[in-house]
Every structure is written in C-alpha cells, then in structure tokens.
Nanobody, 116 residues
Framework: QMQFVESGGGLVQPGGSLTLSCVGS????????VYWYRQAPGKEREWVAG????????YYEDSVKGRFTISRDNSKNTCYLQMNNLKPEDTGVYYC?????????WGQGTRVTISS
C-alpha cells in the first residue's frame, strides 16, 4: 500500500520555526518528485514547494521563498520542509503529494498553526 505519513506540525508563535517530515512507503521513493501543499481554513489547497527525485532541484511558491527549505533523504524515504520566520498566513494543514503513473498519492496532513 502506497502512502505518505506527515508529522511535525504544531502551534508556533509568529517568527518561529518548524520542520515537517513526510515518510513515503509502498513505492520507490527515490524515483519520484515530492511536493508540499497546504490548505488554510476556508481556502483551497495550494502548492508550497517541490523537490525532484534526486534532490538536485527544488522549487518554491513566491510567498515562502527565502523562508522555507525543502529537502529529502532518499535513504530514509523522507522529505522535509524546514519553515522559518513563520507568519500567521502560513497557518493550515500541510500535505505531501506525488504522482505515480496515473495515481495521485496524498498524505493525511499535519496541522500548522501560527499564532501568538
């Protein structure tokens, strides 16, 4: 069974940091790009960052550039999202995603709340 399991969310004050983790299983993790999405309350899910299969290329949505860093450790089947200088508008549920053949694989999400 292919799956992603995210962890690392929580409640953080503005300006704080969090690192999210996403562990993939049931497929060859190192063959696929991995993406982080988020969904704020009452809003549509949006793309945040992506990283290619080898880890040699990473891409970011404009509002998180310079604050978030995506990385991966293929030996651990894990993708990370380091988030610094967090803002209230970063609040939401964060999801891992990849596309395998004709299938879409989403994790269950981890909740991030930025509030003082």
């Amino acid at each position: 069974q292919m799956q992603f399991v995210e962890s690392g969310g929580g409640l953080v004050q503005p300006g704080g940091s969090l690192t999210l983790s996403c562990v993939g299983s049931g497929f060859t993790f190192s063959d696929y790009s991995v993406y982080w999405y988020r969904q704020a309350p009452g809003k549509e899910r949006e793309w945040v960052a992506g990283i290619v299969s080898t880890g040699s290329g990473a891409y970011y949505e404009d509002s998180v550039k310079g604050r978030f860093t995506i990385s991966r450790d293929n030996s651990k089947n894990t993708c990370y999202l380091q988030m610094n200088n967090l803002k209230p508008e970063d609040t939401g549920v964060y999801y891992c995603y990849t596309s395998i053949s004709t299938s879409e694989l989403w994790g269950q999400g981890t909740r991030v709340t930025i509030s003082s």
